[in-house]
């Protein structure tokens, strides 16, 4: 969803009657989804009235704030052992640097941090999780290239439990959501790290492009169906961004939108807000 979406809402059916095939094709090119979509324009169509611009910004705005969560609480350390966070995600969503964010914004608020550089099939990906972490200052876990990422993420816990660390933070290899054995094996981590931990990962986190679109969402749908998700990490949220494709998984997946990146600074990560989210509409 473009950044001054309801202005452009305004702007194109502000004065005329609302065409609502236009309509339509505005919502769904805002990535909301076809249920919202169609919700919003049931809800419009049974009015009795004339339907103004304004009459379309607020009944869009009501039914995107109905769907976000209001709170999205700060993540916590678990007692006498490490919290485990799980990244995964397709190629390209910036997973690695994410990672990297989530790190420095939970050194941010004192906590300590592991990297577990679990991307073992791109030597580049290591290499760049060792620059962040020296950069950061934080401890991190790596292995040979073509590492099995189960035992590594397994050590990783090990050595994360051994130093008292409160947050153990994996990055997984991007892969694409149609390739069952590369998802099977996203499975075999989260098997592995039960050994340590019944519970754990404690977070799965699904990277995603805000640019993508509505493919955001099939990947969503693979990534939860094959691991389980505890919420999204929105990327590319800038002036140039789109967002409404968190508006689509909370709807239809009920994933939360977790955290946002606007940037490739450390600090460009921050916890997804809706009140923020919603005015960056305007």
Known sequence: MALGFFKDLLDRFGGKAIDWDEL???LIRADI????????????????????????VEVTRRHIEQILPIANPKLRPLPNRPKVILMVGVNGTGKTTATAK??????????????????TFRAAAIEQLKVWADRLQVDVITGEYNADPAALCY????????RNIEFLICDTAGRLHTKHNLMQELGK?????????????????LVVDATTGSNALVQAREFKQAVGLTGLVVTKLDGSGKGGIAVAIMDELAIPPRFVG?????????????????????
């Open 24 to 26: 339509e094709e505005s």
């Open 102 to 119: 989530l790190a420095h914004l939970l050194k941010q608020d004192r906590h300590t941090v592991m990297l577990a550089a679990a991307d």
């Open 189 to 205: 981590v989260v098997r592995t790290l039960r050994k340590h931990d019944e519970q754990a990962p404690h977070e799965c986190l």
């Open 33 to 56: 989804g076809v249920p919202m979509t169609l919700r919003i324009i049931g809800e419009l169509q049974q009015r009795q009235v004339k339907i103004s611009a304004k009459d379309v």
């Open 262 to 282: 606007t940037g490739e600074k450390p600090g460009d990560l921050r916890y997804f807000d809706r009140d923020e989210f919603v005015a960056n509409l305007l």
């Open 155 to 162: 050590d990783a816990y090990s050595a994360a439990n051994k």
